[in-house]
């Protein structure tokens, strides 16, 4: 049998070169052997894809390794969402979350979600490249407490300020609370863009949003 540092050393090696398959037998293995699913995300699969993120920059890998490595990730979120998400909890609040128009990435903002369900909130996501009309008259329909939009480049941020401006011309900026985030985000962006939150990881999304509702 594996031994945990084995497991998380093997998960983030195989995440790194996008072996979905061995991703997903690790991540059973490790939770067969009673090891924290938080233990797998923040110690193996979110610092196995800032690696990919770094050797990205450095042009040592390229977009299909991003996007393998991607994927391995996603299959493990698939085994550890009902785990991260099942706390039983009474809902809280209702958050509407999307990534911005223009801009593919899911998986951090599937993180913020699966851990807001789990501290209780509803959350209803719009996926990704929402355009502003979509953020609008999903706020019209479901009326959430909170809307978070997700930004992960840098060409894709100055949609906030779109999404701000569009949701000023119909009337509705005052009747939700904004949140924003994504990794090149900022606090000073956030506060630029008019927004009422902003947050840089995904448990603390779950303190600001429930400091927002209060
Ligand atoms: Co892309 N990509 N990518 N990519 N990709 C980044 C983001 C990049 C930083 C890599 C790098 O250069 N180091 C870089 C952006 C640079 C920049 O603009 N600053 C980049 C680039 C350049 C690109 C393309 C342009 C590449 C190209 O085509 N030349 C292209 C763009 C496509 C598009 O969107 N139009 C592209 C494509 C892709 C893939 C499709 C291949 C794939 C996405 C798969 C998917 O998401 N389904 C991909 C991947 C996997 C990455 C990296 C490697 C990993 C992203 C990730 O999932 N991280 C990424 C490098 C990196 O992040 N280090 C990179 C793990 C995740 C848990 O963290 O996403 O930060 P993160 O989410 C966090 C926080 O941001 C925060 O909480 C989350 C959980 O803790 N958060 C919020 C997120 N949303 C929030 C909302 C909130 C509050 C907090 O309130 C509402």
Redesign the pocket.
Same mark, same amino acid.
């Given at each position: 049998m594996m031994t945990p540092d084995e497991i998380l050393r093997g998960l983030y090696d195989e995440t790194l070169v996008g072996n979905g398959p061995a991703v997903l037998g690790l991540t059973n293995d490790a939770l067969q052997q009673g090891m924290e699913p938080q233990t797998l995300l923040f110690d193996a699969l %979110?610092p196995s894809?800032?690696e990919?993120?770094?050797r990205?920059?450095r042009g040592d890998f390229f977009?299909p390794e &991003?996007?393998i #490595?991607?994927r391995a &990730?996603?299959g493990a979120m698939e085994v550890l969402r009902p785990l991260l998400a099942d706390t039983g909890v009474q809902t809280i609040g209702k958050f509407l !979350?999307g990534t911005v128009k *223009? =801009?593919?990435? =899911? %998986? *951090?903002?599937n993180? /913020?979600n699966i851990m807001l369900e789990g501290a209780g909130f509803e959350v209803i996501d719009l996926g990704v490249q929402v355009p502003p009309e979509k953020f609008v008259a999903a706020i019209e329909e479901h009326q959430p407490d909170i809307v *978070? &939009?997700?930004a992960?480049?840098?060409?894709?941020m100055p949609m906030f300020k779109a999404n701000m401006n569009a949701l000023q011309k119909a009337g509705i900026r005052d009747e939700v609370i904004v !949140? /924003?985030? *994504?990794?090149?985000?900022t606090q000073e962006y956030a506060d630029a863009v008019g927004a009422d939150g902003?947050? #840089? =990881?995904?448990s #603390?999304?779950v303190k600001k949003a429930k400091e927002l509702i209060q």
């Open positions: %979110i894809l800032e990919v993120g770094a990205f920059e977009v &991003m996007l #490595a991607g &990730m996603a !979350m *223009g =801009d593919v990435h =899911d %998986i *951090g903002k993180l /913020v *978070g &939009m997700s992960f480049l840098t060409t894709t !949140m /924003v985030g *994504g990794a090149p985000v902003y947050a #840089a =990881d995904a #603390a999304t």
